[in-house]
């Protein structure tokens, strides 16, 4: 009885029986496991290799739209520039004519003020020019009633002594 007697040699050198079921056993897992699981485990391999792929894809996509996008914002970034140094322009086009109009309307009136100045002065040293001869002329009888000693008794009589005297004063 040898329930468990164990013989070394047997495990190096297996017997033929053996061999040929464990190569039975193994060519049958093979076949198994290759239309089972190998199958759908190169299934889900390539699945994941194609959606690595789209990723990539859709990535480069994505990159070449970012840069589309920078191209697109440089340029409108560019436009918005030249725009608003336009704009800049012309509001300092318009600010120089407002400033160049309001100087132009402030001398003209300002001549016109020196010219209506000119004008009330004028006037003014008329009038005083008349009232000076006004008073010159009273004057002139004043003296002239106490130089003669004597009174003219209407104001045309006045004024025409006055004026004789005035020619005697032309002719010397």
Do not use: C
Not at 12 to 41: E, M, Q, S, Y
Not at 55 to 82: I, P
Not at 119 to 142: G, H, P
């Amino acid at each position: 009885m040898h329930i468990l007697a164990f013989k070394p040699m047997e495990l190096i050198t297996p017997d033929l029986g053996l061999v040929f079921w464990t190569t039975l056993i193994f060519l049958i897992f093979w076949f198994l496991v290759g239309k089972l699981a190998l199958k759908p485990i190169v299934k889900s391999i390539k699945d994941r290799e194609l959606t690595i792929e789209d990723a990539l894809a859709a990535a480069d996509k994505a990159k070449a739209e970012m840069q589309q996008l920078q191209s697109d914002n440089a340029a409108l970034l560019k436009e918005a520039r030249e725009e608003s140094a336009k704009i800049l322009k012309e509001a300092k086009e318009v600010k120089e004519s407002i400033i160049a109009e309001a100087h132009t309307r402030a001398k003209d009136e300002a001549a016109k003020i020196v010219a209506d100045a000119k004008l009330e002065i004028d006037a003014q040293k008329k009038a005083a020019l008349a009232e000076v001869k006004n008073e010159v002329s009273k004057l002139s009888v004043d003296i002239a009633q106490k130089v003669i000693g004597r009174e003219l008794d209407s104001a045309k009589d006045q004024q025409a002594y006055i004026n004789s005297l005035v020619e005697k004063i032309n002719v010397n």
